[in-house]
């Protein structure tokens, strides 16, 4: 038996807990533990409500129409921008381009910055720990440009080799482009650092802010990235949206993405004149109901509070990387100084794939595999790793209930 320890973030984790309908959902008639929020987390009741909300009363395609329902639309989806600016502290609202996500925002810079802003041997920096979205659109710009791609190490704790980093950087250096937060690792990355680094050679900085912003105060002013990328679906809104910041200057001077409605000022058959900040990158109807939820979303993270939430995963990641270590055959993947509640671990001579499987049969949700990190996985020497990751809605109970559904799983496959 283990005991479990009250977790003292101050947060009333049952009263958060009832906001999300499917934390009461049974799975294989065991009631659900949801350790799996680094690759989405849970909606709560008011961003459902937002959602059913929209569609119900106000429905309308925005900016476009004089009706009310239009107004009323356009007022909503753009009062979740000025929402986003605060919430990041972007200095202009018109620096908060809607995406369709991380990956969408990161394609979004290679394809427009990168196309105008990289030559024939220039060198982009990219990290060994990241996403496949901040690599592949890289390696296409690269291809397409011969530039040269080139990655900072990571060291045995899973933190990026800094000193090796600062030799990687030269005036041939163009961009860098790494993730803040590690979702395969939970690693945070010290972007100030790499931010001033690599202006002082001249090169532009993109921060893939798919997992630090749920977890991290994120200031992008206070932190001077150039461009900054994230989804709503792992900061409790819905699926299909997110947000590319970038600094204004460089947003202006960047050629236009996705040609349409929208992003344009006048078309004739000769020529066309884009529109202003942010709608030239929002070319088409964007994804209005998904974006209008998003603020909801905000609400709720904001009413709670990012010091109380950080706390109480700080918390549960104490706890869980205590009990999980004291199961023989289990090691941690990613033991950074610096670390958000993410827990990848291997179990000698077990497959994450059969360990993900025993756990569900449990109840329990965890990812496993590559975590779309594929090189990471292969500078670690493994296939891949179970993963836990925590969110505000997580109880100590639930660190338990893994704990005890590992060692089930071992008892039955060792
Ligand atoms: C670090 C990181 N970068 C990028 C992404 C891609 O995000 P999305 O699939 O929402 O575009 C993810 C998603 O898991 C991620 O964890």
């Known amino acids: ?51 059913v909300n929209y569609y119900t009363h ?21 009062s979740t921008r000025d929402a986003v600016q605060q919430f990041i502290h972007a200095t202009f609202r018109e620096e908060i381009i809607f995406t369709r996500g991380t990956t969408e925002g990161i394609n979004l810079v290679a394809y427009t910055w990168g196309r105008k802003n990289v030559q024939a041997g220039d060198e982009i920096v990219i990290s060994a720990m990241e996403h496949h979205s901040n690599i592949v659109p890289w390696q296409i710009l690269c291809e397409e440009k011969e530039a040269v791609l080139k990655v900072i190490p990571v060291n045995d704790s899973g933190e990026l080799m800094m000193d090796e980093f600062k030799k990687l950087l030269s005036p041939k250096t163009k961009m860098v482009s790494v993730v803040h937060v ?64 970038g600094k204004k200057s460089l947003l202006e001077a960047m050629p236009v993405f996705h040609g349409g ?36 979303s905000l609400d709720f993270i904001n009413k709670i509070g990012k010091k109380k939430i950080r706390r109480h995963e700080e918390d549960l990641l104490k706890y869980a990387t205590a009990q999980l270590q004291q199961i023989p055959g289990l090691k941690i993947i990613g033991t950074a100084k610096e670390k958000v509640s993410v827990i990848s671990f291997i179990v000698d001579n077990i497959h994450p794939q059969d360990i993900g499987i025993l756990l569900d049969n449990q109840g329990i949700a965890v990812r ?31 660190v338990d209930q893994l704990v005890n559904g590992l060692k089930k799983v071992i008892r039955i496959l060792a």
């Open 261 to 296: 409605g929208e992003m344009i000022k006048e078309v004739t058959f000769k020529k066309t004149t884009y529109n202003e900040l942010p709608y030239k990158f929002e070319g088409g109807t964007p994804n209005i109901a998904d974006v209008v939820a998003f603020k909801a």
């Open 182 to 245: 590690s979702n395969s690792l939970g690693t945070v990355n010290p972007v100030k650092e790499i931010i001033d680094a690599a202006h002082k050679v001249g090169a532009v900085v993109l921060i893939d802010g798919a997992q630090s912003t749920v977890h991290l105060d994120i200031d992008v002013q206070e932190m001077d990235c150039d461009f900054f990328a994230f989804s709503a679906h792992k900061l409790y809104g819905p699926t299909g949206t997110g947000v590319l910041y």
């Open 1 to 51: 038996m283990t005991i479990t320890p009250a977790i003292e973030s101050g947060i009333d984790v049952q009263a958060v807990r009832r906001q999300f309908p499917v934390l009461s959902r049974e799975v294989k008639e065991k009631p659900l533990v949801y350790l799996d929020n680094a690759a989405t987390s849970q909606k709560p009741q008011l961003v459902i409500d937002a959602l």
């Open 368 to 398: 496993t595999g590559h975590h779309c990190t594929q090189p990471l996985m292969d500078r670690f020497g493994i296939p891949g790793t179970s993963r836990a990751s925590f969110a505000v809605y997580n109880t100590a109970e639930e």
């Open 58 to 78: 106000t429905n309308a395609n925005i900016h476009r129409g004089i009706h009310t329902l239009a107004e009323e639309a356009t007022a909503a989806f753009e």
